[in-house]
């Protein structure tokens, strides 16, 4: 990567070395991931004894169950035993925000894949021979597949939410241009590499151990407990890390923990219970599909005056985590563009798909495509470039957001700015111009897509985390937080905090698993917010930790506590090496009988909101870029290339670079993926046609952009970032929604009488159709 400015000599010199160490930590799983030797739930060695579990699910999507046979299932030989609901000695109720989620269906079933019962059997094998001979008979009831239906319906999750700032009615009066008009933006397959599953031990007096492949241990652990009944202690969840989790193991990684527990409780035998990718596809929920419809205002000097949007969200047959998600797309509805007159509203609509939930950018990215849409929209009328109404709409120091907070520290423009000159857009406007005279068969198209993302969960209570460091007698250090690793490096930016604080190598330092019994009462690892939180505590843990050291240190010495520095694995007085080495200071402190553990707990100050007024300050701060999208369209085909995407992006301070630019570069070939080509498609009936790999495509190498440039802003970054690294899960994956505009441009090019639709994915279908459409 390349720093933006460049300092003067001395600066950018020491910047050299700190940034060679930044760049030089690379995952620390990438050397067990490429050997393949890093575990993963389907990777643990088994007890004997252990049996299998698959699960049992609808094969329609609402309906009343007449009568189910499982005889014939339960005699086939090696066939342990068949759970259902009836099997269940505490609450058949999984829900996690609102408790209307069964474990297992009872008399009714709600979605084409809603688990019905466990069969656990001496092999998988066994159980999926067994699954084929149970007879069920459903009465069919109506199938709502589509948000709007459910809502002529009256059918919703919970009561619609509104977000308002000033008054657009009014505002609409003045407008020189108003345009109204509707979105709708498809669901996502998370396609983690790992499917979902989990595998439970019985422990002594009936306590039982689960390794689940979860986002969330502590949901889980909760979750068994008020299945089977029984108090929290007596539930250990264990989480080594997740090939993969998107969100979709935020809160569904659950159902399948609570099975194979409910299995195991029973039996008092170890159950391994892992979805194929087949049932996984069919029975979890995806990114929300969302219908929505907009009206944007606009000054005749192109200020957006005023914005109204209602976005429907396809929330599926149960919560989840929908009215979380949907209160993000409120949150995200204006982007990176000061409105002063908003009003959103958003409804969950209930409908007989599988329950819909996180996927990252929780929401945002739906919000986002409505006003990149509307501002299209509104650029096409009037005869002007999306560029020019975006660029004169950004985001300002201490403009307000539609839900009330100040905005600080904005980098929009900046972002923008520098996106523009460092990339020299002229060039790149004037060649694709070039470009499309010089071509007929062939359309270039160019989008710019700014982002503005909070960080923070949103509900403000679950912004905090703990960490457990042991600091051993031979020096070497042991960490325990809430943080599940799942490809995101946030074990690695611990070690580099403790590595930092105590200045040993990271080599010394090993990240535990995650573990309720070593860190309790956690929020899952989301929001972008592991490293943050964890992060910050471990930090904390570390330097009351480092204090005792230093105390030990300075009475060892006989030298005042200011003058002792810890480095490179000794202590230094006033800058000058002792003898007295990190191992050595450490037995010494044991001798001195001073603790060398600590557990520290932070919760994120300032933040709060109020839901009753829909005002508040709920993010810790945002996070800004911009991205330029260039594709190529073949006329003829219909099919397209990303020829580059080049994006400045605001890492704060970033303290793991190669990292950070990983998350950038995945979460954009996410978006792209979400906006372009990956296709959910259930019928009328609700079963899910895009049911397998060869029906649901998502990019490939071949299909991400050619390439891909990332140009870390300057900035200080921010103090409630941990380090002032700011987080990076998952803005990028919306700079991925300028494609969709690319793609729309390179259409025009082609076909000037084209009529803008905002229906995504813009598949290779849609574009070859958009061409020809008069
Ligand atoms: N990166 C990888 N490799 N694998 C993942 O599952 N999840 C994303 C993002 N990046 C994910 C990922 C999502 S949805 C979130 S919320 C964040 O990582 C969570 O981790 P963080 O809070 O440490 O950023
Ligand atoms: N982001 C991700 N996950 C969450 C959030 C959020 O804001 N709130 C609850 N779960
Ligand atoms: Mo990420 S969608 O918050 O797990």
Redesign the pocket.
């Known amino acids: 990567m390349h720093k933006q400015k460049s300092n003067n000599t001395l600066d950018s010199k020491l910047e050299a070395v700190s940034m060679s160490i930044k760049q030089s930590i690379k995952n620390m799983d990438s050397f067990t991931h490429v050997r393949g030797e890093s575990v993963y739930v389907d990777d643990i060695n088994i007890k004997q004894g252990t049996f299998h579990g698959v699960v049992f699910d609808s094969p329609k999507a609402h309906g009343k169950i007449k009568y189910i046979d499982y005889s014939k299932a339960e005699a086939l030989e090696g066939v342990e035993r068949i759970f259902t609901y009836k099997d269940i000695p505490g609450a058949n109720q999984i829900g996690g925000?609102i408790p209307d989620e069964l474990l297992f269906a009872e008399d009714e079933v709600h979605f084409w894949g809603m688990p019905i019962a466990l069969i656990v059997a001496k092999s998988e094998f066994i159980a999926r021979k067994a699954r084929a001979l149970i007879e069920i008979d459903i009465e069919e009831l109506p199938v709502i597949t589509t948000a709007k239906e459910a809502k002529a319906k009256g059918s919703f999750i919970n009561a619609p939410r509104s977000f308002s700032l000033g008054n657009s009615e009014k505002a609409f009066a003045a407008c020189a241009y108003v345009f109204e008009g509707e979105t709708f933006s498809n669901g996502q397959e998370h396609l983690y590499i790992e499917t979902q599953g989990a595998y439970a031990e019985p422990q002594e007096n009936g306590n039982i151990k689960i390794t689940s492949s979860t986002q969330g241990p502590t949901a889980v652990q909760k979750t068994i407990a008020q299945v089977l009944g029984v108090a929290m202690h007596k539930i250990e969840v264990d989480v080594t890390r997740l090939g993969g989790g998107f969100?979709g193991k935020?809160?569904q990684a659950t159902p399948w923990a609570v099975m194979a527990a409910l299995a195991s409780y029973h039996l008092n035998q170890s159950v391994k219970l892992i979805l194929n990718r087949h049932d996984d596809l069919r029975m979890t929920g995806k990114r929300h599909p969302y219908e929505s419809s907009y009206k944007i205002g606009l000054s005749k000097d192109l200020k957006i005056l005023a914005y109204e949007a209602e976005f429907l969200q396809n929330s599926g047959a149960a919560a989840d985590?929908s009215p979380?998600?949907a209160?993000?797309t409120l949150f995200h509805a204006t982007n990176s563009y000061y409105v002063p007159n908003v009003k959103t509203t958003v409804l969950s609509c209930k409908t007989n798909l599988p329950p819909n939930t996180?996927f990252r950018g929780?929401g945002g990215p739906q919000g986002m495509f409505v006003i990149e849409s509307a501002i299209a929209r509104a650029a096409s009328e009037i005869g002007v470039s999306s560029r020019q109404i975006q660029e004169v709409n950004l985001l300002d120091e201490n403009d307000t957001f539609s839900y009330g907070q100040i905005a600080k520290k904005v980098e929009s423009k900046n972002t923008w700015d520098s996106a523009k000159s460092i990339f020299n857009l002229e060039s790149l406007e004037r060649n694709v111009k070039e470009f499309n005279k010089a071509n007929s068969t062939f359309k270039k198209g160019l989008a710019l897509m700014p982002i503005t993302f909070?960080i923070?969960?949103?509900?403000t209570p679950?912004n905090h985390a703990r960490a457990l460091v042991h600091v051993y007698l031979d020096g070497s250090i042991g960490i325990s937080t809430a943080a599940v690793e799942m490809g995101q490096g946030v074990n690695t930016k611990m070690m580099q905090i403790a590595s930092d604080v105590f200045s040993v190598p990271i080599e010394k330092i090993k990240i535990e698993t995650t573990n309720t019994t070593r860190v309790a009462n956690t929020?899952?690892s989301?929001?972008?917010?592991t490293a943050d939180l964890n992060g910050k505590a471990t930090l904390m843990a570390c330097n009351t930790l480092l204090e005792r050291l230093v105390k030990v240190a300075s009475e060892d010495l006989n030298v005042s506590v200011e003058d002792i520095k810890l480095k490179a694995e000794f202590v230094y007085i006033n800058e000058k090496k002792s003898e007295l080495s990190w191992t050595d200071l450490v037995s010494k402190t044991m001798l001195k009988r001073v603790a060398l553990t600590e557990n520290a707990h932070y919760a994120t100050p300032e933040i709060h909101f109020d839901k009753t007024k829909e005002k508040g300050h709920p993010f810790a701060y945002h996070v800004y870029g911009t991205a330029i999208i260039t594709t190529t369209v073949d006329c003829t085909r219909g099919t397209y290339e990303f020829d580059s995407v080049k994006i400045v992006h605001d890492y704060g301070k970033s303290m793991s670079e190669g990292i950070d630019l990983g998350q950038v570069e995945g979460a954009l070939a996410q978006g792209l993926g979400w906006m372009t080509m990956e296709e959910i498609a259930y019928n009328n009936e609700g079963r899910l046609l895009s049911n397998a790999l060869s029906t649901y495509k998502i990019p490939d190498i071949f299909s991400v952009p050619k390439y891909v440039e990332v140009i870390p802003l300057e900035t200080d970054g921010d103090a409630m970032a941990i380090l002032k690294s700011k987080a990076v899960g998952?803005p990028p994956l919306m700079y991925g929604i300028g494609a969709y505009f690319a793609l729309q441009n390179a259409i025009k090019a082609f076909n000037p009488e084209h009529q803008l639709k905002f229906h995504a994915p813009m598949t290779p279908e849609k574009v070859l159709m958009s061409l020809y459409e008069k």
Do not use: K
């Open positions: 925000i969100g935020e809160d985590l979380a998600i209160e993000r996180a929780f909070g923070s969960f949103t509900n679950m929020s899952p989301a929001a972008s917010s998952e």
